[in-house]
């Protein structure tokens, strides 16, 4: 996941120690009101956001199911408290695979593909349109065996997208939770990713 408009000019380090601390008490807090232990979880900061792998052993569901509802609220409550620059908008993606861990961290191709649905400028040009606290970004795979069988994961309110992003050229999903949810898709959207 990661924070909008961290490096942005107008944020100075103590906002964005600010945005770090926010992000390190929303999401442990949506994580546990949705059964899941922080503690259990592999994490890995990046400054502006944090990588985090969930043990094989949790159902995939209840990170489309319970998790964006929750972490939307933890947001709402940071950001009604807080001046401008340190509001929290959050990209967050939902994907699952394989991966390798080393002294170092971890590797693997479902990693390398879901920063790229992370960084795609598609997920950031949905994130900019809409008026939303959290941008979700589902892989092909998570929508089709994750959320389309699932109702409590709302699948009508994700919207179809092509990630062109470095060398990748993929389906995805967005979801926008928020006030606007309601809005079927913006500019962003992409029919085409249906066929």
């Not at 939902?94 to 920063?115: K, P, R």
Request: charge should be neutral; proline fraction near 6%; aromatic fraction near 8%.
């Amino acid at each position: 996941m990661g924070i909008e408009d961290f490096a942005a000019p107008e944020r100075t380090n103590m906002h964005r120690l600010t945005l770090r601390a926010g992000l390190y008490r929303a999401f442990p807090q949506a994580l546990a009101e949705s059964g899941v232990s922080w503690g259990e979880c592999y994490h890995a900061d990046f400054g502006d956001g944090v990588l985090v792998l969930v043990p094989a052993d949790y159902p995939k569901a209840v990170f489309s199911e319970l998790v964006p509802s929750a972490l939307a609220a933890s947001l709402a409550e940071h950001n009604r408290s807080s001046q401008p620059s340190e509001r929290i908008r959050l990209r967050l993606v939902l994907h699952a695979g394989e991966v390798s861990y080393d002294a170092h961290g971890t590797t693997g191709c479902a990693l390398v593909h879901a920063f790229r649905l992370l960084n795609s400028g598609v997920l950031k040009k949905a994130m900019a349109y809409s008026g939303g606290d959290l941008a979700l970004i589902a892989s092909a795979w998570y929508r089709e065996e994750i959320i389309r069988h699932s109702p409590l994961s709302r699948p009508d309110r994700y919207h179809p997208v092509v990630v062109q992003e470095k060398e990748t050229t993929a389906r995805a999903w967005i979801r926008i939770v928020g006030p606007d949810e309601s809005r079927h898709g913006g500019p962003w959207r992409d029919d085409r990713a249906l066929g």
